[in-house]
């Protein structure tokens, strides 16, 4: 089974909204952060928004005040996405990072959602 379940992408128009989820349950270990990348056609993945196991959240500069990214104590993650934009078009991976009872970090990608953003 794979250990995080993405879903949410879809097909909108400019200025609509989408709810991205991040479902981490089955990740071993506890969990450090987790974090919205989003890779566009020809282009490098970037980090579009983060929150720590403090809740601390960290966004891509373009996306602020547009996204919110938060999680629940069942180990799911969110990014509401407000006001979308053509240039938020891409493929969004979830990425969780944790840690085992022997400190050892490990890294979790799920195999990502589209998001098309198109009038």
């Known amino acids: 089974q794979e250990p995080l379940v993405e879903a949410g992408g879809g097909l909108v128009q400019p200025g609509d909204s989408l709810r991205l989820s991040c479902g981490a349950s089955?990740?071993?270990?506890?969990?450090?952060?987790m974090e919205w990348e989003r890779q566009a056609q020809g282009m490098q993945r970037e980090l579009v928004a983060r929150i720590t196991n403090f809740d601390n959240t960290y966004y891509l500069h373009s996306v602020e005040g547009r996204f919110t990214i938060s999680r629940d104590n069942a180990k799911t993650m969110y990014l509401q996405m407000n006001n979308l934009k053509p240039e938020d078009t891409g493929v969004y991976y979830c990425h969780v990072v944790t840690t085992d009872a022997t400190h050892h970090r490990r890294d979790f990608w799920g195999r990502g959602t589209q998001v098309t953003v198109s009038s």
């Open positions: 089955r990740t071993p270990g506890s969990i450090d952060s």
